[in-house]
């Protein structure tokens, strides 16, 4: 059981530079969820997608995040233009029925922007 | 402010003592608590889930308490081992809208 899969699992770029973070639930599960990790301000949920659409994206922090599912095994993250505060360690998790059930998380991609 | 205030941030304890973590909220109306395991440098793993009925749950030496109506909620080790360093993260869903509100962690480190 391969678990979710993050890749990359460390990025650096540098600012204004598109960033493009991906996820591969778990087999069978239907829901899938981005987080975002901080010292400061510790885990946040981004967006949760269930049956590959978009159900809650109020955590989206703003227009320059957006996030694909086109299909049930692959999810996209996208931050551009990228800036120095969203470094940060991205997750994906899934599900096999929406936030209720228990999510089971990826490594996580660090991120860093310069 | 936060809907999920966990305490105390940090602590060290020595191998083998027990130890209990708190977790306040305020997220209403109630839906469930979990209680979630990460190690460093690795996503989190959940420990355990209390919905409003119920007041206590094990898993292995980690027992979690929940007392819906002062909103409190305890993860207690026992007999801690090494590989019980980690960071412990409340997780509260709000039955309303089902969002999700985290805490911070508590930063537990065993010592030899």
């Known amino acids: 059981d391969a678990g979710v899969i993050q890749s990359p699992r460390h990025e650096v770029t540098e600012m204004g530079q598109e960033v493009t973070l991906r996820c591969k639930p778990i087999s069978g599960h239907n829901s899938l969820f981005w987080y975002r990790q901080t010292m400061m301000r510790g885990l946040e949920l981004l967006i949760y997608f269930n049956n590959n659409v978009p159900i809650d994206d109020s955590g989206m922090p703003e227009d320059r995040f957006s996030a694909k599912m086109p299909n049930a095994s692959f999810s996209t993250l996208k931050i551009q233009p990228s800036e120095p505060r969203d470094s940060a360690v991205y997750f994906c998790?899934?599900?096999?029925?929406?936030?209720?059930?228990?999510?089971?998380f990826g490594p996580g991609t660090r991120l860093t922007v310069l | 402010k936060n809907q999920v205030e966990q305490s105390p941030q940090s602590l060290i304890i020595l191998e083998g003592k027990n130890c209990t973590l708190q977790?306040?909220?305020?997220?209403?109306?109630?839906?469930?608590l979990r209680w979630y395991k990460q190690d460093t440098g690795r996503g989190p793993v959940s420990l355990t889930i209390?919905?409003?009925?119920?007041n206590t749950k094990s898993n292995g030496r980690y027992t979690a308490t929940l007392d819906a109506d002062t909103k409190q909620s305890s993860l207690h080790i026992t007999a801690s081992q090494l590989s019980d360093s980690a960071s412990y993260i409340c997780?509260?869903?709000?039955?309303?809208?089902?969002?999700?509100?985290f805490g911070k962690g508590n930063q537990v480190v065993v010592i030899p």
């Open positions: 998790a899934s599900s096999s029925a929406g936030r209720d059930n228990e999510q089971f």
């Open positions: 977790c306040n909220y305020t997220v209403s109306p109630f839906s469930n």
């Open positions: 997780v509260v869903t709000n039955y309303g809208n089902n969002r999700l509100a």
């Open positions: 209390m919905t409003f009925s119920e």
